[in-house]
RNA sequence: CGGGGUGUAGCUCAGUUUGGCAGAGCGCUUGGUUUGGGACCAAGAGGCCGGCAGUUCAAAUCUGCCCACCCCGACCA
């Protein structure tokens, strides 16, 4: 590709709206153009490096025993009525009219197609098992897109699908899958750790997510320095110190003014971790007493998940005060009508500090079981940076990070609701065993970006780079010169290294600047100066130094600096 | 959806407070001089100042409504 003619332009200054690195070099390198809030467009260069990263991902699918497919994009709504989740993806989800007036979704995800396809070429456990994948762009109407590519409206993922004929086929290519995702994202030079997932509303069993770990991330994931653990916060588990106390006598106490935790911990002189805290939500409008320790927050994934809720939220002052409940003394003893949740620190945490709802008092001594008794007792805590992690007590750290892929066990919820099944050896009828797997290709770029980048420009990853090699000749005004930069361009392609061919009239300056800025593995420098060496100068990007190579033998150079 | 911010040339931004000719740098075009790390000189092109309505002799500037984009939060298989 000669320069001259690129259909992309590179840019000094990043635009303002540009505010992460790699949001910053896919501007300024020319990667994309942004269409619309999280909707892009792809120039050469990135379009040739996207790809790039798909034949990656293919690769490594095809080795795991993956099969690539095409699905559509547009999909029949009465599909995502059948699974229940045009409900469940609400106003994420695109949906449109066609001229008969019948309603089709843009597919956010292909559980429902793959399914479809699946019954019908699909009857024998001999059939089994199968692992379709396809790589397509997805729509979802998000809230907020944010960061270039991290989170996008329209965008491209890898999914694929496992059916098998027994949970222990699922294992087997659950482990695979998560295999072939390291290795995807090693040789994309994106470190990433698995972590323990919540599966959201997609459901099933286990699950697993690819972070990888940056500042600029949306998840926060903790992770134990001595043991391995690791987890999403919205999953992590933790120990929880059990104090080892006999049941005192339960007894109201004045609390003048005092209606946060802080302060009433503080009036009392009793540490956090002895006081019972309140907090109310309206999960589908109906009210929900929190009951957790005064040290501890609520971890609304866990208490969604708990409960069940499609709307979970914190209710309004209003709400509480019209309910009877009295925001800041609030207690479960003698409450009624309310559905009560309690995290599962509280049964091994006796004599705590509860409201007495009434305002300006509080109760001491409170027991559960003696005094009270919630309708459901399980984890809803958030872990924090310092918990102990729960299988060697190791203190936690936290670390900021961005989600690359996710894996799922989901076992037979789409299979059953959607009656997915096969004639095993016995010949009964069984629902497959499903699991998913998807990545986001073009969150995958832009991680890429975040992480192989210095103050120049982009470092590409060899196997991703637009181009192999970066040709650059100065002096243009020199026929000679340029006639033996061109027969180089020629001579490189006809030996089948990519080159990207700088033959514009430009100064040294502003050439060598955009060579670090577009970040090929490999520099080349055709110039008057060199010539009369009979010699052309190679770089690697990684490198500060360059050095002469005989013009006979580049080739040879290119490719042992490539590492072919 | 809540909070904050920004919309002026392809990009970065002045100008808005206090209404009075539409500006700069970079980029682009032409000519010339340069030629190994974002050169220099000269001459140019390029604008519905986000949109609509209003106030006014006069609106980029004041008022109202709307739209778009960015950030934080909510949300996010």
Redesign the pocket.
Not at 9 to 20: H, V, Y
Not at 142 to 148: I, K, L, S, Y
Not at 474 to 477: A, K, P, R, V
Not at 525 to 530: E, F, L
């Given at each position: 590709m000669r320069m001259s003619r690129l259909f992309a332009?590179?840019?000094?200054?990043?635009?303002?709206?540009?505010?992460?690195i790699s949001?910053q070099l896919l501007l300024?390198a020319g990667l994309v153009q942004?269409l619309?809030?999280?909707?892009y467009s792809y120039l050469p260069l990135g379009w040739r490096v996207l790809r790039k990263v798909e034949d990656v991902i293919r690769q490594e699918m095809d080795e795991a025993g993956g099969q690539e497919i095409q699905m559509p994009a547009i999909q029949p709504i009465e599909l995502w009525e059948a699974s229940g989740r045009r409900e469940?993806?609400?106003e994420?989800l695109f949906v449109l009219t066609d001229r008969r007036d019948r309603e089709l979704a843009l597919g956010?995800?292909h559980e429902e197609v793959v399914v479809d396809i699946f019954k019908r070429q699909v009857q024998s456990y001999r059939d089994l098992p199968v692992l379709p994948y396809q790589i397509q762009t997805?729509f979802?109407d998000?809230?907020?897109?944010?960061?270039?590519l991290i989170?996008l409206r329209q965008f491209v993922?890898k999914?694929l699908y496992s059916f098998d004929a027994d949970w222990d086929g699922l294992d087997t290519n659950y482990d695979r899958m998560a295999m072939a995702y390291k290795n995807i994202f090693d040789r994309c030079r994106v470190p990433t750790v698995m972590v323990l997932a919540?599966?959201?509303?997609?459901?099933g069993r286990d699950?697993h997510e690819f972070m990888f770990l940056t500042e600029?991330g949306?998840?926060e994931v903790l992770i134990c320095p001595n043991c391995g653990y690791a987890a999403n916060a919205e999953k992590a588990a933790f120990l929880r110190k059990a104090a080892a106390e006999e049941p005192l006598v339960m007894e109201e106490v004045s609390t003048p003014g005092a209606k946060t935790i802080e302060e009433v911990s503080r009036f009392l002189g009793v540490p956090r971790e002895k006081t019972l805290k309140a907090v109310f939500y309206a999960s589908d409008g109906q009210p929900v007493f929190v009951a957790i320790r005064g040290d501890m927050d609520v971890n609304?994934?866990k208490l969604?998940n708990t409960l069940g809720s499609h709307e979970?939220?914190l209710m309004e002052q209003a709400e509480v005060q019209q309910r009877g409940l009295v925001a800041g003394s609030a207690s479960p003893v003698g409450l009624k009508g309310v559905t009560v949740v309690a995290d599962d620190a509280i049964p091994a945490s006796p004599n705590l500090v509860a409201g007495a709802n009434t305002s300006d008092a509080h109760l001491r001594n409170v027991n559960y079981g003696r005094d009270w008794q919630a309708d459901i007792v399980t984890d809803i805590a958030l872990a924090h940076e310092g918990d102990p992690c729960p299988t060697c007590g190791t203190a936690f750290k936290t670390r900021r990070s961005i989600e690359m892929g996710?894996i799922?066990k989901l076992g037979t919820v789409y299979s059953d609701k959607l009656g997915a099944t096969f004639l095993d050896g016995d010949g009964q009828a069984k629902p497959a065993i499903m699991g998913?797997y998807?990545i986001?290709v073009e969150r995958l770029l832009a991680a890429v970006l975040e992480q192989n980048h210095d103050d120049?420009?982009i470092v590409w990853p060899r196997e991703l780079a637009p181009f192999d090699v970066h040709l650059v000749v100065?002096?243009?005004?020199r026929p000679e010169v340029v006639a033996s930069a061109d027969a180089l361009y020629d001579e490189l392609r006809a030996v089948g290294v990519e080159a990207l061919y700088d033959d514009r009239?430009?100064?040294?300056?502003?050439k060598?600047?955009?060579?670090?800025?577009l970040g090929m593995p490999v520099?080349l420098?055709?110039?008057?100066?060199?010539l009369e060496k009979n010699s052309v100068?190679l770089?690697r990007r990684t490198e500060e130094q360059?050095t002469l190579v005989p013009k006979d033998q580049v080739v040879t150079a290119v490719r042992q600096a490539l590492g072919d």
């Open positions: 332009k590179t840019l000094r200054q990043a635009p303002s709206e540009a505010d992460t949001h300024r942004q619309a809030a999280g909707i469940a993806f609400g994420n956010p995800t997805k979802r998000e809230a907020r897109p944010r960061g270039g989170r993922m999914d919540d599966s959201g509303a997609i459901g699950c600029v949306e998840d609304e994934t969604r979970l939220r996710h799922f998913c998807g986001g120049r420009g100065l002096g243009t005004d009239e430009e100064s040294a300056g502003v060598f600047n955009d060579a670090d800025l520099r420098t055709v110039s008057p100066r060199n100068e770089k360059s």
